[in-house]
């Protein structure tokens, strides 16, 4: 009798398992700290580029630094409030000056905010029901916003020249007006930056109230109309009061873009500026740079800020109280 011997199999080896390795959740002190380093170099940068000038254009306002300080700003003497007195001084030259600006700046802004408002809801709303050619449309449209800021300036500049420019040969061609005005000096300057930023702007203001007008819901258009509404009612009663909170953001960017614009007079009339044209940035700019005294023209930037910080401060609390009342 034999007896069948079976060798027996080797068992199969497991490979020891990985270990994988601990994630944020189980690392309490790199999530505790994670989202400030990922928000570090966005602070620092906002540090570098805006906190620190401002901080030092505040201490160039109470220091006479002028041209013989250039070399050395921590020579300049101490200037107390005498910067901010001479500023706020509207019978001096200095003063006055600054009154004018600033009344010409406020004019400026406040036209071209409206204008600028009204030509992107006209076009928002014109473009809101589909037809064949919108997206044509709508890409021409947002051709200024596009386009960099110096190159649509200087290009206006070429166009409102006198005996040269476009604006004045259609002006002519269509027999309006007399002669040929000048357009970039004397009294008609304002009206040309007045031209040239809301040109910029709309294009910003149509394309956010384009984009609030996408989140209205259609079915509250069909059932107005179905009401017998038209569509100015329409307008008045569903698409304002649906874009409130986008205008009330809105209206305070816009004017606080034009109140401290630069580019433009700085690019439409060069260093020379007319007094109709004479925004209260560029008015700093000459102050600061023509006659060097980089003081007085600092101080004239701090009251500046502090104005518009006191109107974004009243706009935010009128606006949220009728948004409460609402």
């Known amino acids: 009798m034999s007896v069948a011997t079976h060798e027996a199999k080797p068992a199969a080896v497991t490979p020891p398992a990985r270990r994988s390795k601990p994630g944020i959740e189980h690392r309490p002190g790199l999530r505790r700290w994670l989202p400030y380093a990922l928000v570090a170099p966005a602070v620092l940068m906002e540090l570098v580029i805006h906190i620190l000038p401002m901080l030092v254009g505040i201490w160039m306002s109470f220091v006479k630094l002028t041209k013989f300080f250039i070399a050395n700003w921590s020579a300049a003497p101490s200037a107390g409030l005498n910067n901010y007195k001479v500023a706020l001084d509207f019978d001096n030259a200095v ?86 005005p000048f357009w970039l000096i004397g009294s008609n300057a304002l009206i040309s930056l007045i031209t040239v930023a809301t040109w910029k702007l709309w294009t910003f203001a149509f394309l956010t109230l384009m984009a609030g007008l996408t989140s209205i819901p259609r079915d509250l258009y ?105």
């Open 222 to 326: 069909e059932a107005a109309s179905v009401d017998g509404a038209g569509n100015l009612r329409q307008w008045r009663n569903i698409t304002l009061p649906s874009l409130r909170p986008v205008n009330l953001v809105l209206v305070l960017v816009l004017f606080l873009w034009t109140f401290s614009d630069f580019n433009t007079p700085y690019v439409l009339f060069g260093t020379a500026q007319p007094p109709a044209g004479d925004l209260i940035t560029f008015h700093i700019y000459n102050a600061s740079f023509l006659t060097w005294n980089f003081g007085s023209g600092a101080a004239m930037s701090v009251l500046l800020l502090i104005f518009l910080m006191i109107v974004t401060g009243i706009y935010l609390v009128v606006t949220g109280r009728k948004t409460r009342r609402g």
């Open 95 to 180: 003063g006055e000056g600054l009154l004018k600006s600033f009344g010409v700046t406020l004019v400026f802004s406040l036209v071209t905010v409206a204008l600028s408002w009204v030509l992107g809801m006209a076009a928002a709303v014109a473009l809101q029901p589909a037809f064949k050619g919108r997206a044509i449309i709508r890409t021409l449209f947002l051709v200024p916003y596009a386009l960099p800021a110096y190159a649509g300036i200087l290009t206006w500049n070429f166009m409102l020249q006198r005996d040269t420019g476009a604006v004045n040969h259609v002006l002519t061609q269509l027999h309006l007006g007399d002669g040929k």
